[in-house]
Structures are given as structure tokens and as C-alpha cells.
């Protein structure tokens, strides 16, 4: 039996986000959402989340195009003055790994936002990356030695598939070559080091390929070639206009990825192909429960 995750990302970035995800979460497929701690609308997702019990929420790591929850002072060589990182994830990812100084205040920084979150009282479902920086070799040790405090039980392994995405949609075809190169490789040594730590992860995840092209069309012509196992789906929905949206993904398609979770055609599809809606928190709670919760396809809207 297929099950699914349909999980939104940036919850706590802006207004708009939030209220795409409460939305997308009553009125159609969305399960789970990724908390940024230290974003602007931060506080209303965590009460957003509060008044909705049904949708699991992880964390949302952000260490590239974001602001950090220390102070400056404290982590100076990741942050600007103002506590801003960098906007490139790649010069984030090269200065992680070579400048090895940084390393005591990445930690810091990592175990902030952990703690960030478990303040907040919230069940920490999973944790993902922003721009899934979560599966840089320097981050991902840092978030194994703080697994068991901080009860780390499942993580985003971005598994695309190439073959699959490129027949649905073969625009930016640069972008999709590399990371299904750069990013196949990352899940590969972070699926070993993983399954040792015993971290639950999905088989195959989409949304990395298509980032911010989930659209109707495409999650129709996807879901046809959906097998057995556990899959996740990750969106950015949002309600445009939104100024921090306009600023940090601009080509993105927001309100189409809301419309397409939101759409009657892709629930049913949902539903006809037997796929069981699901999120991390509830699997990992079967796991400690005699009795299954997770959401059968009959409760699809």
C-alpha cells in the first residue's frame, strides 16, 4: 500500500504562506508543514499549527536566504549585522565545508533552532532543510549528535526521480541534471548514516526537480507513476502577493501549487490511485500505538 506525505515548506515566512497551508491542509491534500523558527510570521504559524492539532509540523532548517535565531554577536562569521546568511546556498555550502572554524558556530546556531522549536511545545514531526542545506555533510553530522536530545525521528532524503520529472516536464533541464546529480549523491551518504541513527525517511520525494512547479497538471501526470511505499510530495503554496515571496522566489508559482493540492481532479486521482494520506508524526506514532491513525483515503475532501 502507497502512502503519502504532502508536506508545505516555509510555514512562518509570511502571512501568505501560513494561511496557504492552513487551507491547502482543510481543504485538500496537505498533511504536514516545515516551520521556519526564526521567520517573520513565525509566531502566527506556531499558533496557526496550535489551532490545528491534524497537521504535523517539522522543522524547517534555515542556514542560507533567512535570518538566524542567535544574535550576531554570536555567530558572526554566518551572519551579517543585521543576522542575515547568505542568499547563495552554494557559497553557504562551501564555506561550511572548507572554513572549519565555522563548524562550533553552526552547531549553535543548528541546536537554536531545535531548541527554538521545542519551545514552542509543538511535536517536532520532522526535519527538513532549506534549500535542503539539512543534507550538507558538516550539517547533517551536527543534526546526528543532536538526534537523540532533540528527538530528530524522521528527515527529508530528497530522492527525485529524474526519469519520471524530465517525461512530465523537460524546462530547466540544467537545473533538473544537476541536482539529481548533486542531490543523488548527498542521499546516498546521508541514507546509510540515516538508517544507522535509525531516522525514518520516505522512498521517493518530489519536489526538489520541479521546485515550485507542483502544479495540477504535473501532480496529475505524476501520480499514474506513483508505486508502492512511502512518498512525499513538498510544496511552496502561498497567497500572493506577498513582498517576502516576491523577494526570495520570485519565479515560483505559489498560488498554482495552493490550486493544485486544493484541486477536486488531484484528490480523486488521489483517492482512485489508492494512496493513503498520511505524515512523519503519525508513522512514527503507529510505530509506539497498537492502533493505526493514519487518515484512509475516504477522508480525502
Known sequence: MAQLIVTGDDFGLSPAVNQAIVQAHEQGLLTSASLMV?????????????????????????????????????????????????????????????????????????????????????????????????????????????????????????????????????KRLLYKLSHALIFGALCRYASRRLAVAGVRTAERVYGLLQSGEMTEAFLLGLLPRIRGGLVEWYCHVGLPPCRELERWMPAYRHREEFEALTSRRVMTAVAAQGLTLTSYRELLECLTSSSSIIRPPSTIR
Open 38 to 170: 526564526s521567520g517573520p510570521a513565525a509566531p502566527e504559524a506556531i499558533a496557526l499549527a496550535k489551532a490545528h492539532p491534524t497537521l504535523a509540523v517539522g522543522l524547517h532548517l534555515v542556514l542560507c536566504e533567512g535570518r538566524s535565531t542567535l544574535t550576531p554577536n554570536l555567530i558572526p562569521g554566518l551572519v551579517d549585522a543585521d543576522g542575515h546568511f547568505t542568499g547563495s546556498a552554494t557559497l553557504a555550502g562551501l564555506r561550511y565545508f572548507f572554513v572549519r572554524s565555522l563548524r562550533p558556530q553552526l552547531r549553535s546556531e543548528i541546536e537554536a533552532q531545535l531548541a527554538a522549536f521545542h519551545a514552542t511545545g509543538l511535536v517536532l514531526s520532522h526535519l527538513d532543510g532549506h534549500l535542503n542545506l539539512h543534507l550538507h555533510p558538516a550539517v547533517l553530522s551536527i543534526l546526528l549528535e543532536l538526534a537523540g536530545q532533540y528527538r530528530i525521528r524522521a528527515m527529508r532524503l530528497p530522492r527525485d526521480d529524474l526519469r519520471v520529472t524530465l517525461t512530465l516536464d523537460k
